[in-house]
């Protein structure tokens, strides 16, 4: 006879520095798991906003020791940071699952998580592994917004980079809108930008520019309340790719790091975003310019391009993987 479910542990990249991709998929989980097995965040000392995030999603954190012997099933880790002796300890606590982006789990690992738009399968070499976008840990409110029609011309771009201040690169977008504005495309903006009271003069000067409409915000409380009043996203891969994927939002996608190339080029191979690097002379994405006008005036392909995305991400993503960590905890109790 089987034992019940242990409860989860999720050792979680929390700082600001790393940006908010990492808590976000782990808060979607835990809040698939909260109602059948005890969940736990574990985050890192003084992250302060996961911490906020934790409380308000109702799921239990802490930034101290994890208390072994609280009978944890699954220990999930999500980071990019921690060390072979991190891994050595959450594996010695429980059966141990990892969120992988970059090709190259830990080889101790009991079950690997890539939910990198383009992959499928159950096994990353010999690891069990739950891998493409049906796995994306996405939030409903985001498939909820699938339905929405898309406009003849985008009236509303949301420009958003990530957690992380990008102050440069949001100057290097901004010039690209307005090179791209003309009489038929003249949408108003919404810049989503850390730290904003930091970023430098160049970049005011544009936002503050009247002709430009174009506001600008620290931080959204609700993101999938902000996409349904947008048209078009020129924004960073990760999480809020697969969101906007989610939500059928056309979007041209800007590579910020290493991390976000596998997704960013898996989800333009799926037709469900453009592909871009801020350096134009790179061969891996497209000039940014032309690729903003080139969706904005393209209604079949901004049609196209939302169907393809809500075909790929779900809202299931989240419950198919709380599944198979209550699976996994199962297994150990045996």
Known sequence: MNKPAKGVVFRVASQARVGGGHV????????????????????????????????EAGIAATDGALDVDA??????????????????YYASVAALA????????????????????????????EQPALLGSRFAPIRPQFAALADRAVPAMPGHVLVTL???????????????????????????VTLILPAAAEAPDSLRRIIDRPSHRIS???????????????DLVIGAGGVSLLERMAAGIPSVSIVLADNQRAAIRGAAALGATRAC?????????????????????????????????????DDKGAKRIADALIALATEGAR
């Open 277 to 313: 690097e801020l350096d134009d002379d790179s061969a891996t994405g497209e000039n940014l310019e032309e690729a903003i006008w080139r969706l904005a005036s393209d209604l079949a392909l901004r049609v196209a391009m939302a169907r393809a995305g809500r075909d790929a991400v």
């Open 24 to 55: 976000s998929r782990c808060l979607a989980v835990a809040r698939a798991l909260a109602d059948t097995v005890p969940v736990l965040m574990v985050l890192d000392p003084s992250a302060e906003a996961s911490a906020a995030r934790c409380a």
């Open 71 to 88: 009978g944890w099933g699954v220990c999930v880790l999500d980071g990019y940071e921690f060390t072979a002796a991190d891994y050595v």
């Open 216 to 230: 600008m915000l620290e931080s959204v409380p609700d993101m999938a309340a902000m996409l349904a009043e947008t």
């Open 98 to 125: 990892v969120f992988d982006d970059l090709g190259d789990p830990a080889a101790m690992a009991s079950l690997v998580i890539n939910a990198t738009p383009g992959l499928s399968g159950d096994r990353w070499g």
């Open 162 to 188: 990530g957690r992380t201040p990008a102050h440069a690169e949001a100057e290097r977008v901004l010039d690209a809108i307005e090179a791209a504005r003309n009489h038929e495309f003249d949408p108003e």
